[in-house]
């Protein structure tokens, strides 16, 4: 199987996955109508997928830097569905809390093995980790829309229904791992960088992976609830901005990739966060349908540089890709999660317009965090080991001794002749 095929199966499977991550935003809505949950309750289930996963994440990054792992993917898809079908169907809070987070464990586990599994699978390139991420970002948008047609056709008791991607997601990562297998790419070289890592450049880029997962993951939780506020009560006006806000990321995604190749990625990422801070102002500010148009800008200037920041801190990482990649493909999703129940208990005591305002100040902070930021030189190969190669010196040139000439003795003739060579 080609890398043109072996990508567009990849991301498919993203897609099986990140559906269960934007499947806990969509069950919020219909969490508060059938069982009458606060916004401080709802924001602990978020926060319950997001705990487990943000402690998770980093410790399978560290695995997968040691050990090859690709039967996690099969494996966490399930694991990640399993989880959200069975939240539905629980009867009491503290089960749907472990449903969620077991979900949330799912969800750990795939993210940094599947990105080294993608970097190889593409080569390295931007465009090939854009459309692997691209595949997250359609999971995401179709979740409140696959949420809502089996939530409001029979209630939460069909939740199990939900389990119908894993399933699916599972299966298409047997074939795309066995062509990896058998096309030698995963025994192939690895696309990083050769030079030492740049931990503090990688503590920056963190940081403004926080910044983002702060305010998606914030806008994701109560962007339905918000926009059925603003809209009278209509709960189809909630599903279609958490459908905005999901389906604005797959465009940001691809659109990522493309001005990469144009700039370097520090300075798209940096625009891209000037962007943002004017949309999610409108979110707040704006009122009537605009409100829409914010949503699907905040969206598209959220993703631009998502997948960005995944090769980003693979090259300031080079020697614990794995690592990297949990942080800036997996934790970048979970750990906004641990700011939820903030955002939700501000707006209990106050109102959602309230709770959400502050948003606008972290896309500032991470434009002036990738203001201090470099562009990593390009990447060199070295072999799945995860060690750089050594330089390879050709071998000196040994020379045979040099014989001296031999030697030439004079003979004197008799009678004072000429010399004459023995």
């Given at each position: 199987m080609s890398r043109n095929k072996l990508i567009p199966l990849l991301s498919v499977g993203h897609a099986c996955v990140d559906v269960y991550q934007?499947?806990?935003?969509?069950?919020?809505?219909?969490?508060?109508?059938?069982?009458?949950?606060?916004?401080?309750?709802?924001?602990?289930?978020?926060l319950a997928a997001s705990l487990l996963s943000s402690v998770a994440q980093p410790v399978f990054g560290l695995l997968t830097d040691k050990w090859a792992m690709p039967w996690l993917l099969p494996v966490s898809t399930l694991l990640g569905g399993v989880g959200i079908a069975l939240s539905g169907v629980s009867g009491s809070y503290k089960l749907t809390l472990v449903f969620v987070a077991l979900s949330g464990?799912?969800?750990?586990?795939?993210?940094?093995?599947?990105?080294?599994?993608?970097?190889?699978?593409?080569?390295?390139?931007?465009?090939g980790?854009?459309?692997?991420?691209?595949?997250?970002?359609?999971?995401?948008?179709?979740?409140?829309?696959?949420?809502?047609?089996?939530?409001?056709?029979?209630?939460?008791?069909?939740?199990?229904?939900?389990?119908?991607?894993a399933v699916a997601g599972s299966a298409l990562c047997v074939p795309a791992l066995r062509a990896l297998e058998r096309s030698g790419s995963g025994r192939a070289a690895e696309a990083v960088n050769a030079r030492r890592d740049d931990r503090t450049s990688f503590v920056k880029l963190s940081l403004v992976v926080v910044c983002r997962s702060?305010?998606?993951?914030g806008l994701s939780t109560f962007i339905s609830l918000y926009a059925k506020q603003r809209m009278g009560g209509s709960a189809p006006a909630g599903t279609a901005?958490?459908?905005?806000?999901?389906?604005?990321?797959?465009?940001?995604?691809?659109?990522?990739?493309?001005?990469?190749?144009?700039?370097?990625?520090?300075?798209?990422?940096?625009?891209?966060?000037?962007?943002?801070?004017?949309?999610?102002?409108?979110?707040?500010?704006?009122?009537?349908?605009?409100?829409?148009?914010?949503?699907?800008?905040a969206s598209?200037?959220?993703?631009?540089?998502?997948?960005?920041?995944?090769?980003?801190?693979?090259?300031?990482?080079?020697?614990?890709?794995?690592?990297?990649?949990?942080?800036?493909?997996?934790?970048?999703?979970?750990?906004?999660?641990?700011?939820?129940?903030?955002?939700?208990?501000?707006?209990?005591?106050?109102?959602?317009?309230?709770?959400?305002?502050?948003?606008?100040?972290?896309?500032?902070?991470?434009?002036?965090?990738?203001?201090?930021?470099?562009?990593p030189a390009l990447p060199g190969p070295v072999l799945p080991g995860r060690e750089p190669l050594e330089p390879v010196l050709p071998e000196p040139v040994r020379s045979e001794p040099v014989m001296p000439p031999p030697q030439v003795t004079e003979r004197k003739a008799d009678n004072g002749g000429a010399a004459s060579a023995p």
């Open positions: 934007g499947s806990v935003a969509a069950l919020v809505p219909f969490f508060v109508a059938e069982r009458a949950y606060s916004y401080a309750a709802v924001s602990g289930i978020v464990l799912g969800v750990a586990a795939y993210h940094p093995e599947s990105a080294r599994v993608a970097r190889l699978a593409s080569g390295g390139s931007h465009s980790m854009a459309w692997f991420s691209l595949g997250g970002n359609v999971g995401f948008a179709v979740a409140p829309l696959m949420v809502s047609a089996v939530v409001l056709s029979g209630g939460l008791r069909l939740s199990p229904l939900l389990v119908i991607p702060i305010v998606f993951i901005a958490l459908f905005v806000l999901y389906l604005g990321g797959a465009v940001g995604s691809v659109l990522g990739g493309n001005l990469a190749g144009r700039w370097d990625r520090v300075t798209v990422a940096r625009w891209s966060y000037l962007a943002t801070t004017v949309a999610v102002a409108g979110i707040v500010t704006v009122p009537g349908p605009v409100l829409y148009l914010f949503v699907a800008l598209v200037g959220l993703y631009v540089p998502f997948s960005l920041q995944v090769t980003l801190g693979q090259d300031y990482l080079p020697s614990r890709v794995g690592t990297a990649s949990g942080i800036t493909l997996g934790l970048t999703v979970s750990i906004g999660g641990l700011a939820s129940p903030l955002i939700g208990a501000v707006a209990d005591a106050t109102s959602l317009r309230t709770a959400l305002a502050p948003l606008v100040v972290l896309p500032v902070v991470s434009w002036l965090l990738l203001r201090t930021l470099p562009e």
